[in-house]
């Protein structure tokens, strides 16, 4: 960005008329971009998404207010830069759950936002800890609605017989993710 549009959306954050600021992030994977309102972390897109379709879909569904303002998201993409390095093994984030459903999927996500770096969990599990353990096919449905993946570790539930199952990056990059955790 230019100084004079850095000067303008420092202004408008001044002024509470930025309510999603967003910025890329270099991974491994490719560039996702992290975004957040002044609640927390509201949305991690993957590298394989369109960039510019995640940030219609949040001026559509939070705010026309949105702007790339890197220096709010300095926190975000330093504990994602240390996690890709294996420096992190938990983040310490706030998150804002505005884009994740309501109810049984909001409490799967949570649920697995708990799950351990180096631990995996099955969908019956995530369910069970969701409160209705025959509602396996749900949670996997929940965790692919998961707006934060990485951060809340989606990639970290897998198949009942081991097989590590689908993800929203695809399967090569929940096998990479869970490389990297040394989960597999």
Not at 21 to 32: C, N
Not at 65 to 76: G, I, K, S, T
């Amino acid at each position: 960005m230019s100084e004079f549009v850095d000067r303008l959306v420092a202004k408008a954050d001044r002024e509470s008329l930025l309510d999603v600021a967003y910025a890329t992030v270099d991974t491994p994977l490719g560039t996702a971009l992290v975004a957040a309102t002044p609640r927390g972390v509201v949305r991690l897109a993957l590298p394989n998404e369109d960039l510019d379709r995640v940030i219609g879909q949040l001026a559509a569904q939070l705010s026309p207010r949105v702007l790339e303002y890197p220096a709010r998201l300095d926190e975000p993409r330093r504990e994602l830069d240390e996690y890709f390095e294996r420096r992190r093994d938990r983040f310490e984030l706030s998150l804002d759950w505005s884009l994740s459903h309501p109810g049984f999927y909001r409490r799967v996500l949570r649920a697995t936002s708990r799950v351990p770096l180096g631990e995996v969990i099955t969908y019956g599990d995530a369910a069970a800890r969701a409160g209705n353990p025959r509602a396996f096919r749900a949670a996997g449905t929940a965790l692919g609605s998961n707006p934060i993946p990485i951060v809340v570790p989606c990639h970290r539930v897998i198949r009942a017989g081991g097989d590590i199952g689908n993800y929203g990056g695809g399967p090569e990059m929940k096998r990479f993710l869970l490389e990297l955790e040394g989960a597999v």
